[in-house]
């Protein structure tokens, strides 16, 4: 077991009180408060999220996620699924991606849960809503323009007249209008909300799964609010209040056909498996019992257990404890990727290769992570007979994902095992580049383009990568 939103500051000028700078302070108040309105995208997510990467938990979410992106008339090869690495329990949707909070997948009992979470955000993909947000704010955005040059206007003219109480309600009027923005915002976007709900309901029928998971999750936010104490006004959230989204999940559950269906099983147990290693990797051993309070022989809970005990700091025994879950399923490849982590923590390389080529052998999604994971293995085992399956591995892996970073750090290193450097510098430029460190990939491509052949492909690329960063 590492997206964007805008971040505004307000400038504060001198005591200007012109027409131009009354508008500049207007402006900036109420698309400060829009961007904080604004989203698809939360407040965790108005600049950087945590994303962490994991090809079990990734797979499952892609299996959860295809039968609803298809109804929704979504490519479910077009849309990503990112996991954010935050407690809360969240779901939000930026672009083609959808991002789901670990937090969301800890709490979330029963795979329903989490798919409903995933129709809600397909049905905002689906619905264009990020377009016509963007609509709503430029909208926003005038209304409190037009409302600040008459608030101007108001003040100047009791200036000149001498008018104090001109001036005062000019200063109200360019006051309020930025909040008579933000609740025409807000209130659209409760609309786009509810719209969601009742996509993400259509796409669970026309899939033959229960409403139900939607239904627990919003009543478990509504207790969490009640509980808090906190006095919520519903004209200052951008989201519906939970008791109207549970009366509306309430009356489309009425009318579903499969409200009582319920997650077959080998669904609900790899659920509880990817629970077990979120508790673990966040927790440690306490979560994962806090996880299972009364089951210690289920896989879930000896899988948590393992990978806890290895994050302590006791890889043999967790090892001892892998090998005893691979004897109950020989067939699982993330139990054979992890006890390739604690096999590499050992210092075992060959059979680390070998955990991770059966590994990769058994997953049916050919995830690239495990590839490059096994690549890495190759790698760091330091024999030069491994190094050319290991570039094989670690290429397949990067063309599959041309953002994984890592991958080009180990191709890279793989390079100059076999002496290669002109291709290990021209690696580490292209990593680089893809990562937005363009001062970096120009000096690797420098580099690479002193020893790779004139005119050789790879020499061209290294050029390339010298003019587009110039």
């Given amino acids: 077991m590492a997206k964007t939103g805008a971040q505004l500051s307000r400038t504060h000028s001198s005591e200007r009180q012109g027409r131009s700078g009354l508008l500049k302070r207007v402006t900036c108040s109420v698309v400060a408060a829009l ?45 990503d699924i990112v996991l954010v690495n935050d407690r809360s329990f969240n779901a939000f949707v930026n672009g083609q991606r959808i991002f789901v909070n670990t937090g969301a997948l800890m709490q979330a009992v029963v795979p329903n849960e989490i798919i409903g979470v995933l129709a809600h955000e397909a049905g905002h993909l689906a619905g264009g809503h990020q377009q016509r947000l963007r609509e709503q704010l430029a909208a926003a955005r005038t209304m409190a323009i037009v409302g600040g040059l008459l608030g101007a206007g108001a003040i100047a003219a009791g200036s000149i007249s001498g008018n104090s109480g001109g001036a005062r309600a000019g200063g109200a009027l360019i006051t309020a209008t930025p909040g008579l923005a933000q609740r025409s915002l807000l209130s659209y976007r409760r609309s786009e909300e509810m719209n969601a709900d009742q996509a993400a309901a259509r796409y669970l029928d026309a899939t033959g799964q229960s409403i139900r998971g939607m239904l627990t999750t919003f009543q478990r936010f509504s207790q969490s609010l009640s509980l808090s104490g906190v006095q919520v006004d519903q004209y200052q959230i951008s989201h519906p209040l939970p008791r109207e989204r549970i009366a509306l999940l309430e009356e489309l559950a009425r009318k579903s056909r499969h409200y009582d269906a319920t997650d077959p099983l080998p669904l609900q147990r790899r659920h509880n498996l990817m629970r077990a290693k979120i508790a673990a990797y966040t927790g440690g051993a306490q979560a994962v019992a806090r996880l299972f309070p009364n089951d210690r022989v289920s896989l879930a809970a000896r899988y948590g257990e393992a990978i806890a005990t290895d ?160």
């Fill in 311 to 470: 994050l302590a700091g006791n890889s043999a025994a967790s090892l001892q404890k892998m090998d005893a879950l691979l004897r109950e399923a020989p067939k699982n490849p993330y139990f054979h990727e992890f006890r390739g982590e604690v096999l590499l923590k050992l210092r075992k390389n060959d059979e680390a290769i070998k955990a991770f080529s059966t590994a990769a052998k058994l997953d049916r999604a050919k995830s690239p992570l495990i590839r490059a994971r096994l690549g890495f293995a190759l790698v760091t085992s330091g024999k030069p007979g491994n190094m050319s399956r290991a570039i094989d591995e670690l290429r397949a892996a990067i063309q599959a994902e041309p953002d994984n970073f890592n991958a080009y750090r180990h191709l890279s290193q793989a390079y100059g095992i076999t002496g290669d450097v002109g291709n290990a510098e021209l690696v580490m430029a292209e990593g680089n580049f893809r990562a937005g460190n363009t001062r970096d990939a120009q000096v690797f491509a420098a580099r690479a383009l002193q020893r790779l052949p004139k005119g050789s492909p790879g020499a061209l690329r290294a050029s390339d990568i010298l003019t587009v960063g110039n």
């Fill in 35 to 79: 961007v904080a309105a604004s989203a698809s995208v939360p407040a965790n997510a108005q600049g950087r999220v945590a994303v962490v990467r994991d090809a079990e938990i990734e797979t499952l979410l892609k299996d959860y996620a295809k039968p609803v992106l298809q109804a929704a008339g979504l490519s479910a090869n077009r849309v």
